[in-house]
C-alpha cells in the first residue's frame, strides 16, 4: 500500500508544482511541507494541527483529504504489540509428611535444650541507664559513668533564598479585526477551538505560548496583526484559509514592509 508520503510528492511532482509554491499558497512552511513528503511525522507540531495542515495540503493538491486523512490515522495509530505466551511458575511441592517431619524435629531440640535457654536468660544482667548531663554551647558534654563525650559545637544552618522564577512570556500575539462580516476559529496551544463571528470593527486578541491554528471564513474581510506587525493579505473576500502559526511558519506571515 502507497504511504501518504509518497502519495503527495508524487501528486505534487505531477502537477509540476514547487514546494515553495505550495508553501506561498497554503501558508505552511517549507519545513512542514517536507516532513509530510518524507513521513517524518514526528517534526509537525502535533495533535489537532498535523490534520490542519494535511488538509490544506489536500486543497492545495486536489487530493481527496478525507481518504488521506483516515490512511494518516491509520499510519500514525500504535500497532499492538504481540507478546509471546508465557509458561506459568513452576510450584515446588513439599510432602504434608516431610513439613510434619521438619516440626517434629524442631520441637525435640527445644525440648533437650530447655536448660540451656533458661540458664541463658537468667544469667543475662540488666542493662545499666548512663546518667546524661547537657547542657548548650561550645561547653556541651555527655557523660557516662567513667567516660566523658564532647558533644560537637553547634551549627547554623542558613536557608538558601528561593530563586524569582518570572513566568514566562507568550511566544505569538495576535489581533484580528473585522472588516466585514466574518466567522473565525482558533485553537491556541491545543486548548480546543473557539469560534467567533466578526462584525465589521470588532476586534479580537489572542495569545499563545507554541502554536496558534485559526481558520478564517473570509480571508478577505480581517486585517491580521501579528506581534505588533501588520501580517500579509490573507487571501480573497469569500475565501476560506486555514493557518498554522508558530516559531517556524511566524515569518511567513508579516509583512516586510511593516515595522
Known amino acids: 500500500m502507497e504511504s501518504i508520503a509518497s502519495k503527495l510528492r508524487t501528486r505534487r511532482e505531477n502537477l509540476n508544482i514547487s514546494l515553495e509554491q505550495v508553501s506561498n499558497d497554503t501558508r505552511i512552511s517549507i519545513h512542514h511541507l517536507k516532513s509530510l513528503e518524507n513521513g517524518c511525522y514526528a517534526d509537525l507540531p502535533g495533535g489537532m494541527y498535523n490534520r490542519a495542515i494535511l488538509r490544506a495540503y489536500c486543497d492545495e493538491l486536489g487530493l481527496d483529504k478525507n481518504e488521506i486523512l483516515q490512511c494518516f490515522d491509520d499510519e500514525i495509530s500504535p500497532q499492538p504489540a504481540i507478546s509471546p505466551s508465557t509458561p506459568p511458575p513452576s510450584r515446588i511441592k513439599i510432602h504434608t509428611a516431610v513439613i510434619w517431619s521438619l516440626l517434629?524435629?524442631?520441637?525435640?531440640?527445644?525440648?533437650?535444650?530447655?536448660?540451656?535457654?533458661?540458664?541463658a536468660f537468667s544469667s543475662s544482667s540488666p542493662m545499666k541507664t548512663a546518667s546524661a548531663i547537657v547542657k548548650t554551647g561550645n561547653d556541651a558534654s555527655i557523660s557516662g559513668g567513667d567516660k566523658i563525650i564532647e558533644a560537637p559545637p553547634e551549627q547554623t544552618v542558613q536557608a538558601?533564598?528561593?530563586?524569582?522564577?518570572?513566568?514566562?512570556?507568550?511566544l505569538l500575539r495576535l489581533e484580528i479585526t473585522g472588516t466585514e462580516e466574518c466567522w473565525l476559529s482558533v485553537n491556541r496551544d491545543e486548548s480546543g477551538a473557539v469560534t467567533k463571528l466578526l462584525s465589521p470593527g470588532d476586534v479580537e486578541f489572542y495569545t499563545a505560548a507554541r502554536t496558534i491554528a485559526i481558520t478564517i471564513g473570509n480571508a478577505g474581510g480581517v486585517s491580521l496583526r501579528i506581534n505588533d506587525r501588520a501580517a500579509k493579505t490573507l487571501g480573497r473576500q469569500g475565501q476560506v484559509v486555514h493557518l498554522i502559526i508558530d516559531k517556524d511558519t511566524l515569518q511567513n506571515f508579516i509583512d516586510p514592509s511593516s515595522s
Do not use: M, S, Y
Open 104 to 119: 517434629f524435629l524442631l520441637a525435640v531440640g527445644l525440648f533437650l535444650n530447655r536448660e540451656w535457654f533458661f540458664t
Open 160 to 170: 538558601t533564598p528561593k530563586a524569582d522564577t518570572a513566568a514566562p512570556q507568550p
